[in-house]
């Protein structure tokens, strides 16, 4: 069985066939599935899936595309989601992505920050989503030394990703790891320990080779696990393992 730790089966591209794909997922080995909202609005809809499917759990949290509507007001509506619903594991999806800059670092930065308290106070992990952030990501996650996670769709240095393991956090591994010029995350899934790493689609996006370019779903997950056990050279079925009982432990399930 597998976990797909990051799974976005709100998106509006499941819409045509989501019901479908998630009555089908347990029989193609997913065993569970967390689903992290980017907003409010799809924090909502993640928690209402982790309420219908046994198999399903739920984070929430405003991505930093969505930074702009991270208020106190907006803070109150995820405690409370946290208080009404014990399948909600985690806040996220939240962190920084100076790719585009649409929306101001600064308000990136303050976005993080809020939600990084919200997790303290909770006692929650959180979903870190950082791209072209790094030294500004990780000056934030030093100021909060109680809060740990996982970096979901890894990114970073081999270097880091250790810097991350020695504080408590876990490493998330996409599609990406199956690409060809994948080098960088290859080198972090050969150096870091196999106990610190979870598989995730981050579905609809994503998707490993060779789907490569078309709409992803957790049914894929089992690539990125054959290309894992290909790196480190163990049984796939050890793989399997390792990972599962990774996600539970992340996400204290």
């Avoid at 019901?19 to 609005?41: R, Y």
């Avoid at 996409?174 to 981050?202: M, Q, S, W, Y």
């Avoid at 894992?228 to 009982?245: D, M, N, S, Y």
Wanted: a negative charge; proline letters at 5%; one cysteine or more.
């Amino acid at each position: 069985m597998l976990f797909d730790t990051h799974a976005h089966m709100d998106d509006r591209a499941f819409d045509a066939d989501r019901k479908e794909l998630l009555i089908a997922l347990p029989g193609q080995g997913i065993g569970l599935l967390m689903n992290p909202g980017c907003s409010l609005a799809s924090s909502r809809r993640a928690a209402a899936l982790a309420r219908e499917y046994d198999y399903i759990y739920a984070a929430v949290g405003s991505h930093p595309d969505a930074a702009d509507e991270v208020t106190e007001a907006v803070l109150e509506e995820y405690r409370r989601l946290c208080r009404e619903n014990p399948k909600i594991r985690a806040v996220g999806e939240i962190g920084l992505d100076y790719h585009y800059e649409d929306i101001p670092r600064e308000k990136q930065q303050a976005a993080f920050r809020a939600q990084m308290r919200l997790a303290r106070e909770l006692g929650l992990p959180v979903i870190v989503h950082e791209r072209e952030a790094h030294e500004d990501g990780i000056r934030i996650v030093e100021e909060f030394p109680e809060v740990t996670g996982v970096f979901h769709c890894y990114s970073g240095s081999a270097e880091m990703a250790k810097w991350l393991i020695r504080r408590g956090w876990y490493i998330g591994f996409t599609g990406v790891l199956t690409f060809k010029n994948a080098r960088r995350a290859v080198e972090t899934a050969e150096a870091i320990p196999l106990e610190r790493i979870v598989l995730e689609t981050d579905c609809p996006y994503m998707s490993p080779e060779p789907f490569r370019g078309r709409r992803n779903d957790p049914g894929r997950l089992y690539r990125i696990a054959e290309k894992l056990a290909e790196i480190r050279g163990l049984p796939l079925e050890e793989i399997h393992r390792v990972t599962f009982e990774n996600g539970k432990r992340l996400y204290r399930i």
